[in-house]
């Protein structure tokens, strides 16, 4: 009897999502398969779902947790029965200065599941081994998946920014990303202030570490910022641009926004604030295997875990209309056990 697994796919640009189920693949050389736990919904998904100029049919998903159960051949240092995670870097060249050096996210022929080959919403993944994160034991698959893409990227944006002992940290957007990235900058020892509109995020960010809150519909947060004596690192984590240039206002002298939700918008620089105080407007993009693993201990030891919705995998389309909607509180974690 064959083996067969079910995937979302959509088979036309801007179709709809549709279960089918497949029969599953030998992995080839280099490669493994996961028998998929858990499979996180990511605003980078909103855009592969429409799959324009893609190679159809396409199966999005890339913050997966499972199990590994096939492995292709010259597979090393990989057993079966292995809990794995697998985000937004999905393999990569190996050979080139960025690979070589050790910035496998920057390779010219990087990987992504779900655009370079089919993702994670589905029972069963085939990706390469280089693309593996070890999930550490104690670490629920479900609270795994959204390391690999939003925990990865907010813990490596607070840590590399070298913000110093005792600094603050703001956080623009309390959502998928920004609720973690509160977690992870409070942990870490820093004084934390929460942005977002309106108040009815207050009490939960207060809870997840941050010492201040700001209403960005009642009061400008850059100005805000300044109020309080201003911050080291901003990070912002809201799909906009728009209210970023008046963010730079509320950094201290050498002070660091970091961009990681991000539009097709323009980010007007102040200059003058720039040279005057030091400043650096930089952005950050995802992490390796390596710091997937950094970041799933990290949140294991220190009580970091995203706040989730869990949705069985077939509602799919449900969870995308969600988010699209900007309902989701926080992440949406497509569960791929329910239809087996």
């Not at 870097?89 to 080139?96: A, I, K, R």
């Not at 110093?164 to 992870?184: D, E, K, S």
């Not at 970023?244 to 201290?252: M, T």
Request: proline content about 6%; aromatic content about 4%; some cysteine.
């Amino acid at each position: 009897m064959t083996d067969t697994g079910m995937m979302m796919r959509v088979h036309t640009e801007r179709g709809p999502l549709v279960a089918e189920r497949v029969e599953l693949s030998t992995p080839p050389r280099g490669w493994v398969r996961i028998r998929i736990t858990a499979s996180g919904v990511c605003n980078a998904d909103l855009n592969t779902v429409k799959a324009h100029g893609a190679s159809l049919p396409v199966t999005p998903g890339h913050e997966i947790a499972g199990v590994i159960d096939a492995l292709g051949e010259g597979v090393k240092g990989w057993g079966l029965g292995e809990n794995v995670a697998v985000g937004w870097f999905g393999g990569s060249c190996g050979h080139c200065d960025f690979c070589r050096s050790g910035d496998v996210v920057h390779c010219a022929e990087r990987k992504i599941p779900g655009l370079s080959y089919p993702g994670g919403w589905a029972e069963s993944v085939i990706v390469p081994a280089d693309a593996l994160a070890r999930i550490p034991e104690g670490l629920d698959p479900f609270d795994a998946a959204p390391m690999g893409c939003a925990g990865v990227t907010t813990f490596n944006a607070v840590r590399v920014a070298d913000v110093p002992a005792g600094g603050r940290v703001a956080v623009f957007g309390i959502g998928g990303l920004g609720h973690l990235a509160v977690q992870f900058a409070a942990r870490m020892g820093y004084e934390v202030v929460a942005i977002a509109r309106g108040t009815e995020r207050e009490e939960l960010a207060r809870s997840l570490g941050a010492q201040h809150y700001i209403d960005s519909e009642d009061r400008e947060p850059g100005a805000a910022l300044q109020e309080l004596g201003g911050v080291d690192l901003i990070i912002s984590t809201a799909a906009t641009t728009k209210p970023v240039s008046e963010l730079i206002a509320g950094l201290r002298v050498g002070g660091k926004l970091m961009l990681l939700g991000v539009d097709d918008g323009v980010v007007e620089v102040p200059v003058a604030q720039v040279v005057m105080k030091s400043l650096t407007v930089t952005g950050h993009l995802t992490g390796s295997p390596r710091d997937i693993e950094e970041t799933m201990q990290f949140a294991l030891l220190n009580n970091v875990r995203p706040l989730i919705e869990r949705m069985p995998i077939e509602q799919a389309e449900r969870a995308v209309a969600e988010l699209a909607a900007g309902t989701p509180r926080f992440r949406i974690v497509l569960d791929a056990t329910a239809s087996r």
